[in-house]
């Protein structure tokens, strides 16, 4: 699958904290994805997932 990240709005958790970069940044205003990226490695690959995976991922951590 191909996505154009030219527009994404990557943020961070404000759970990361101060952890010496060892965060993921998230993009979730794309159309049906969200893109994840290594915070450390703003230019390095992107795992993109389809919007209603990550919310079941996302309501899968907040019940753990």
Not at 25 to 51: I, Q, Y
């Amino acid at each position: 699958m191909s996505v154009d990240l030219t527009r994404a709005r990557w943020r961070k958790s404000t759970r990361s904290g101060t952890q010496g970069g060892q965060c993921v940044e998230v993009a979730t205003n794309l159309p049906e994805v969200v893109a994840v990226r290594d915070s450390k490695d703003p230019d390095g690959p992107v795992l993109v997932v389809a919007a209603r995976a990550w919310a079941a991922f996302a309501d899968s951590m907040k019940q753990a």
